[in-house]
């Protein structure tokens, strides 16, 4: 279902010929939109307004100098994991506003070796559970928790070149009913973490690897996080073979409790791969209904935020002995923005931004190639690229911004 094209309406409110009639503009929208490429549209009509206006205000008193953290959530599958987009999105973003770190990091995962902005070593046993074989309803906004007694985990921030730059490096943790100890770069340290997420500062120095040692099996552990103490960070959290649906097993008290600790000035959604899973599907109004009450759910924990949908990339099938885009792409891009339509949430088209039908195809057989020869994921160049498109789209809406009177 596309939405009906709004008009502009006015609402007047008057008591007597006395009182001043109060006009209120209420923007008309345009559904259409989400077809541009390369734009990030709130579905204003007017397209000479910024659509992520709340936080490209924060970004601009940055610029002018506040001292702040503005936090960037990029939630994703397979096409982000390993740091891929993300990595070469906040290296931009941190070289136009401020800011250092790699953000947060879980404790392991399946790709930590690919990985590029940070280096992990694990060491002991450390039990993951996680949107795959969850027993709980406290995963962090990675899809993991983990738990290890005897178990340690050394990072080193990889993105850091200034070796003067001050990393604060935290622990994201669950609750404790009792002091804990645990080993901060091999010196004991006793922590009472009693909120359902918390924030323990490891170090603050211009050091850049951090190692902890855990011997109490019950604490909840979500990972480390590196950050400056101004700027922007950009936390990765990706997770392979989902859809976003996921996010309907975390409990709402846990989101919001989550969104006090680590308040979140804009959420990145970009999800849709793993749907096209079938060559032949065209039908995706099922992912409608039943991410829908998702997005709503999160936009409800996180009330300060803004929040981005980014659509599904291109993804190809062979068709007749030929690869080609898959024949309901475009019906799940459509979904996507009605999504965020429904949601007031802004949208980008990534689809579109890759150049659209038979992109991935186009793509993989580029010399130098910018995907895989499995037609659905962009590799390390491609990713960069996708980066780029998206950073310049954002600051296209910053300069909007700056052109307010």
């Not at 040692?213 to 989902?242: H, M, T, W």
């Amino acid at each position: 279902v596309t939405p009906a094209k709004d008009t502009t309406q006015t609402a007047a409110i008057t008591d007597s010929a006395e009182i001043p009639v109060v006009v209120e503009k209420i923007p008309s929208k345009e559904f259409t939109l989400y077809q541009t490429p390369r734009l990030i549209t709130d579905f204003n009509a007017d397209t000479t307004a910024a659509a992520l206006q709340s936080f490209l205000e924060k970004l601009q008193a940055l610029r002018n100098g506040e001292k702040r953290k503005i936090r960037i959530a990029y939630f994703g599958d397979s096409m982000i994991e390993g740091d891929l987009l993300t990595q070469t999105f906040r290296q931009l973003m941190q070289e136009a506003f401020g800011g250092s770190g790699v953000g947060f990091v879980p404790i392991t995962s399946p790709v930590a070796k690919f990985r590029q902005t940070v280096s992990t070593s694990n060491s002991g046993t450390w039990q993951d559970e996680n949107f795959k074989e969850a027993k709980t309803g406290k995963l962090y906004l990675s899809g993991h928790v983990f738990r290890g007694s005897g178990a340690s985990v050394q990072m080193t921030d990889q993105t850091v070149k200034d070796s003067a730059v001050i990393l604060e490096k935290s622990l994201i943790c669950g609750p404790s009913s009792s002091p804990v100890n645990i080993s901060v770069n091999n010196s004991t340290v006793s922590i009472q973490p009693d909120k359902p997420v918390n924030r323990v500062p490891l170090s603050n120095d211009a050091n850049r690897t951090v190692r902890l040692g855990l011997s109490d099996p019950q604490l909840p552990i979500y990972g480390i996080s590196f950050e400056s103490a101004s700027g922007v960070i950009v936390d990765n959290f990706s997770f392979r073979g989902i859809t976003g649906i996921e996010f309907s097993r975390v409990d709402s008290a846990f989101l919001s409790a989550i969104s006090e600790n680590n308040p979140y000035d804009l959420i990145i959604f970009q999800y849709g791969v793993n749907l096209l899973f079938r060559p032949n599907d065209k039908n995706f109004s099922w992912y409608a209904r039943v991410m829908l009450p998702v997005v709503k759910k999160i936009r409800n924990c996180f009330p300060n935020t803004d929040f981005l949908l980014v659509s599904t990339a291109d993804r190809a099938f062979r068709y007749g002995g030929e690869y080609k885009s898959a024949v309901g792409i475009d019906s799940l891009v459509k979904v996507q923005a009605l999504l965020a339509y429904e949601t007031s949430s802004s949208f980008y088209n990534q689809f579109a931004a890759m150049g659209g039908t038979n992109s991935i195809v186009e793509w993989a057989k580029a010399k130098p190639s910018l995907a895989n020869q499995d037609y659905v994921h962009p590799n390390h160049r491609g990713a960069e690229v996708l980066a780029n498109y998206l950073f310049e789209a954002l600051m296209r809406d910053f300069k909007k911004l700056e052109k307010l009177p």
